[in-house]
């Protein structure tokens, strides 16, 4: 529950939302989108958001696509995790969305929302930093495509108003080689100590990217180098994690000292998983 008064629009169109929310903006309405709306009702609860107007996006087509076209994968930005989960075609978003919160809340939480929210972490960006995707929207000055990683590092940069409606990756992408694992403190269902997402590429080299370090999502070229090369996959995780961000989330589940040290675990395990030990 919304414990506020405020306005509510469905649209059935991106233009229309997008419309809807500057005129609403040009009001002075604090408009927010709202998908899955796990985000803006905890938000809002907590009276750290005050919305005037809330525009469900949910309804609009193309935000709902799934499948196959062009020689891509399309995934409209208002299905939910549960949904990417049950439909299984990329498997390493399936194995990375399948630990996001818990069975109910991932049958909300859209993947725009885990990509555009203000929680921390979004793994569900993890698997399509490391691919060639790509991430369309529609904002104020209209439609535009352009690669998730030119778009996307740690936080998804957006303009005011600007809506997410689908992401798409080259089928080839989908069957390379890849390896997940999200380690949390003592719950199976948790936030992340570390969330590892790897990719291997044509050429042969491992690509990961990880989440729970920072509040936002992370991943490093020199990082990527590191792994590459002679020794154990255990050396070269070790000579990896000399990479990581110099900062670390220092929280009730762990300190910044023991997320370095699983995040250096994580990389070994997936070293191992797509090479051999
Ligand atoms: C109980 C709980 C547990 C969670 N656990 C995890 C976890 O384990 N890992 C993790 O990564 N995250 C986790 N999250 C964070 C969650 O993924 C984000 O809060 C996400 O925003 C929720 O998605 P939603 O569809 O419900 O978003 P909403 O609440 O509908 O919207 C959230 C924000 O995103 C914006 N938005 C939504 N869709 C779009 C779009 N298509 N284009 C542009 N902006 C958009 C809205 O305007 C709003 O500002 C958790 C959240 C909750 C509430």
Not at 77 to 106: C, F, K, M, N, Y
Not at 197 to 219: C, D, I, M, T
Not at 251 to 275: M, N
Request: charged letters at 20%.
């Amino acid at each position: 529950m919304i414990p506020m008064d405020f306005s509510y629009w469905r649209t059935e169109t991106a233009e229309e939302a997008v419309a809807v929310y500057q005129q609403l903006a040009d009001d002075g309405q604090h408009p927010v989108y709202y998908a899955g709306g796990t985000e803006v009702v905890t938000r809002a609860r907590l009276g750290a958001l005050t919305p005037g107007a809330v525009i469900d996006v949910k309804a609009i087509p193309e935000a709902r696509r799934l499948g196959r076209d062009g020689g891509c994968w399309h995934v409209g930005a208002a299905l939910s995790l549960a949904d990417l989960i049950h439909d299984g075609a990329w498997p390493l978003l399936a194995r990375v969305a399948e630990r996001v919160a818990d069975h109910t809340t991932r049958s909300h939480i859209t993947l725009g929302g885990n990509l555009a929210g203000t929680i921390a972490y979004r793994e569900a960006a993890l698997p399509f930093w490391l691919a060639d995707a790509d991430v369309a929207t529609v904002g104020p000055h209209g439609r535009r495509t352009a690669r998730f990683r030119d778009r996307f590092d740690g936080t998804l940069a957006l303009d005011p108003g600007e809506l997410v409606v689908s992401l798409s990756v080259p089928d080839g992408v989908r069957q390379q080689p890849s390896y997940a694992q999200k380690a949390t403190r003592l719950d199976y269902v948790d936030y992340p100590l570390v969330t590892i997402a790897a990719l291997r590429g044509a050429e042969g080299q491992v690509h990961v990217a990880l989440s729970g370090l920072k509040p936002e999502p992370f991943r490093s070229a020199a990082l990527d180098a590191a792994l590459i090369g002679s020794g154990s996959s255990a050396d070269r995780a070790g000579r990896a994690a000399r990479h990581l961000p110099a900062t670390l989330v220092e929280d009730l589940h762990g300190t910044a000292d023991y997320r370095r040290f699983v995040a250096q675990t994580v990389l070994a395990d997936a070293l191992t998983a797509l090479e051999g030990p």
